[in-house]
């Protein structure tokens, strides 16, 4: 088999006489989607070929419609394009755009796909190879001697390479019992639970027997390694995600397939250019699951990524600084240096929503999971932050879709850089390096519990927002509930957040455990309010309970009869309780009219705020009322308010007009003092 290194087609892509070829040419290049998407890395790939040799050439996305991209090829063929470089939609469009390409002598080459026909050159990666790769070093490496095979049950042509490649390694060893070989099919539509249930099943009967697993993708291969088999089987499979280099870091898969996707658009380039000027290619004829489907293919070598080679991945530059933060599993030195060119924020967290996998990482969504998840998130914050203010991109809520109306950019939006998914373990090893890196605030962990209307996003952003702007470098944490996101569904988020009671408990008892944490602040807004209480109301009923330094309640939405009675319960959770109240909190007065003008916790009627016995009430109203604003997040977006609360966290001083002078005490009607800032 023929394998074209990458070298070559560099050298290919700087002859002198390239650049010849090029200024006579002109290359037609088909999306099958938008390239911006999942094929963004061929796409950055092909566009620095094209670029590097002043070509020129004429792209179209086809929108997913086999029956455009063939009208738009027809149209490609009618501008007189020298070469077709195709990201076929299917098989039709594929089929249709060959004939039609080969009646008027113009080549085709396939990027990233397998093309069954004589006239396609398909550039692709060696997937026969990869698998063999794959065996080779997991029979190498593998202390044991049994080997479960896990494929695919609807596999596309690279997955069958993939799968042919194992076998021609492991196969002949099992014939000659070097080895047990095993070999199950999986079905790759499973959702996640479903996924991790069946691949259990296949593990469970052979707990003892089985040494080495090599999963089809890196989905089935995330699902093993978190499973109770992590650690007992090794891990190999072909994803060249950033994940699986992530695992590969941690020891937690052993062998990983890289797949330079950049690399794949620039060959396409430098063949077509070739084929163009009439020349011919030294293609490879491949078999597809049947003697004849053959494919002619150009296949560059895949890299096998292993803990002996894995540094040189990440220092070949192909990473951007998120995808080297995750694959350091966000250890705090190296992703802070990473990132220290957009200010970055870590937030751990905890969260009972269910998780999204995806390519580029983890997503949380609004329905709940009903477990606690552990993850360390770094948020960038832009340079040009204005305080209390969460800067992002522009855009209009529909009821069905959200327009966005600018490009998300780190240097003048929050963003999110990287997620990563923690255990225990991890989450303590990572909180502790945090806590002796702190100064400011050294050996003291905030714990943030958001309100209602807030997507995990949205979360993490407030987050960052409110830690950077309070200037806080001890440990951040955040716990996010469920919420559904949305004005609407308040009735349900009001559930959603009391049935995270226990999640959170779990949570905050994780917090508490961590060594060196000298001093834990809880702030709880709105919603999240009600929630934390009886979260905190079931930890203290065991014998074992230490309290809290600080609570803080901010703008809470909780009815105001049922904070009063459980006030006496309140104080004992912690050395100090502060509540922040306004009357300007248009939020709580819609939270009142959907509850029988029954008064909230957190406002301040004309009577005056909720005041309690061992609760420090401050009355917000007069830095809370904007006109045209909701003024229900002022504990983060005043700078009064936030000022009070970075000095409150710093010093623990009280009563609350020592530490911030401005405050004024005010005498209730029954003589109950509490404190206002000035207007």
């Known amino acids: 088999m023929n394998i074209h290194r990458i070298a070559l087609i560099v050298a290919i892509l700087v ?19 938008d390239p911006a998407g999942s094929k963004y890395e061929e796409h950055a790939g092909l566009r620095t070929a094209l670029q590097a040799i002043e070509a020129t050439w004429i792209e179209i996305d086809a929108n997913g419609s086999s029956s455009k991209q063939i009208e738009d090829a027809i149209g490609l063929f009618d501008q007189s394009v020298t070469a077709l470089i195709l990201d076929p939609v299917d098989t039709i469009a594929a089929s249709r755009i060959s004939k039609e390409a080969r009646l008027r002598g113009v080549p085709v080459i396939a990027l990233g796909a397998l093309v069954e026909d004589p006239w396609v050159v398909s550039v692709d990666f060696d997937y026969r190879a990869a698998g063999r790769a794959i065996a080779n070093n997991m029979m190498t490496e593998t202390p044991g001697q049994s080997f479960l095979v896990l494929h695919e049950e609807q596999k596309n042509p690279e997955d069958n390479l993939f799968l042919q490649g194992q076998l021609d ?58 499973s109770e088999f992590g650690e007992k089987v090794t891990i190999g499979a072909p994803a060249s995600d950033v994940e699986t280099l992530g695992r590969i870091n941690s020891g937690r898969q052993m062998a990983g397939i890289w797949l330079d996707r950049r690399e794949l658009g620039k060959a396409a380039v430098a063949i077509a250019m070739k084929m163009a000027m009439g020349e011919s290619i030294n293609t490879t004829t491949i078999t597809i699951e049947k003697p004849d489907h053959l494919v002619q293919a150009f296949l560059l070598e895949p890299l096998l990524v292993t803990d002996k080679n894995l540094q040189m991945k990440i220092d070949a530059g192909s990473l951007s600084p998120p995808e080297k933060c995750r694959v350091a599993s966000n250890d705090m030195d ?30 949380y969504n609004d329905q709940r999971s009903g477990k606690l998840q552990l993850g360390l998130a770094w948020v960038t914050v832009p340079e040009d932050h204005r305080f209390g203010v ?17 490009k998300e950019d780190p240097k003048a939006h929050f963003t999110i850089a990287s997620i990563n998914t923690l255990s225990p373990s991890e989450f303590h090893a990572y909180a502790t390096q945090r806590l002796s890196a702190a100064d400011r605030n050294e050996g003291h962990a905030l714990v943030f519990v958001h ?28 716990y996010s509930w469920p919420s559904k996101g949305t004005v609407k569904d308040y009735f349900y988020d009001v559930d959603s957040a009391r049935q995270s009671r226990d999640k959170m408990s779990a949570f905050l008892d994780l917090i508490k455990s961590v060594p060196d944490i000298q001093k834990i602040t809880l702030v709880a807004h709105s919603m999240g309010s009600a929630a934390l209480i009886e979260a905190l109301a079931d930890q203290a009923s065991r014998t074992d309970f230490t309290p809290y330094d600080d609570i803080i309640f901010a703008a809470p939405d909780v009815d105001a009869d049922d904070f009063a009675s459980l006030a006496s319960r309140i104080i004992t959770f912690a050395d100090g309780v502060t509540l922040y109240a306004s009357s300007s909190d248009r939020a709580l007065r819609a939270s009142k009219s959907l509850r029988s003008h029954m008064p909230r916790a957190g406002d301040s009627p004309s009577s005056g705020p909720l005041i309690l016995k061992g609760i420090d009430t401050i009355d917000a109203t007069a830095v809370s009322n904007y006109v045209f604003g909701i003024n229900h997040s002022y504990f983060a977006n005043d700078r009064s308010v936030v000022d009070d609360i970075a000095a409150l966290m710093l010093s623990g001083i009280r009563p609350p007009d020592r530490r911030t002078p401005t405050l004024r005490a005010v005498s209730s009607a029954t003589g109950a003092i509490y404190w206002q800032f000035p207007k």
């Not at 009972?352 to 996998?357: H, P, S, T």
């Open 451 to 478: 309100g209602f209307n807030v997507k995990f996003e949205d979360a993490l952003y407030s987050t960052a927002q409110l830690v950077w702007d309070m200037q806080f470098d001890g440990l951040v944490a955040l």
């Open 390 to 406: 969460v800067e992002r991109p522009a855009s209009i809520e529909l009821p069905l879709v959200t327009i966005t109306f600018e």
């Open 169 to 226: 390694v492991l196969k002949p060893a099992a014939s000659v019992g070097r080895i047990s070989l095993y070999q199950e099919t999986i079905n790759p539509i499973w959702p996640q639970e479903i996924a991790k249930r069946n691949l259990e099943q296949y593990l469970f009967p052979r707990d003892d027997q089985i040494d080495a697993v090599i999963a089809p993708s890196g989905e089935a291969a995330k699902i093993i390694a978190d």
């Open 15 to 33: 002859l002198p006489l390239q650049l010849t070829l090029a200024h006579a040419s002109t290359i037609g290049v088909l999306w099958a989607d």
């Open 334 to 363: 190296i992703c802070e240096g990473l990132f220290a060119q957009y200010r970055a924020v870590p937030v751990l967290f905890g969260t009972d929503r269910q998780q999204n996998a995806t390519l580029s990482g983890v997503e």
